[in-house]
């Protein structure tokens, strides 16, 4: 059981555990989840963390989508972000790449999640491993997370 499913079991929060077989070969972690758990890339969510050179932020889109830089930085109030070092955000999260959950980071950092998952009545993120995401309502999840909803997505 990873951090994120321990969090949501002791909050009580609805969700779903859905598994599949990860191809170690695969380096798009978030459309192979798509793929294999047969949902369509608009639900699942990626998780990325940005930083400012002083602060770290996380961004959760779908993974059908690119991150606008400055799209995150005006939705978290700060001048330029740029991608987090991967060695970072693993040190920061206690996941790895590829499995990096918003759900149980080590640190609780400001997250916005897209605003296109409060058009849906579940989303997928990854549960803290990979091959193994988590279905959860939107609203559910911008909760535990404390999270805003913005528009953070190049069109």
Do not use: W
């Not at 700060?78 to 991608?83: A, D, P, R, Y």
């Amino acid at each position: 059981m990873t951090p994120a499913i321990r969090l949501l079991k002791k909050q009580k929060i609805a969700h779903s555990v859905h598994e599949y077989d990860h191809d170690p070969n695969n380096t798009n972690f978030g459309l192979e989840a798509s793929e294999k758990l047969g949902l369509s890339p608009d639900t699942v969510f990626k998780t990325l963390l940005v930083t400012d050179g002083k602060a770290y932020f996380v961004a959760i889109l779908p993974v059908c989508h690119l991150l606008n830089l400055k799209k995150m930085a005006n939705a978290v109030g700060v001048k330029k972000l740029v991608m987090a070092n991967p060695s970072d955000a693993e040190r920061l999260t206690g996941y790895i790449v590829g499995g990096i959950s918003p759900i149980g980071q080590k640190k609780r950092l400001k997250t916005v999640i897209h605003s296109s998952a409060q058009n849906l009545d579940k989303m997928y993120v990854s549960g803290g491993k990979r091959g193994l995401d988590i279905g959860i309502a939107p609203d559910e999840l911008a909760g535990v997370l404390t999270a805003q909803f913005c528009d953070i997505i190049d069109e």
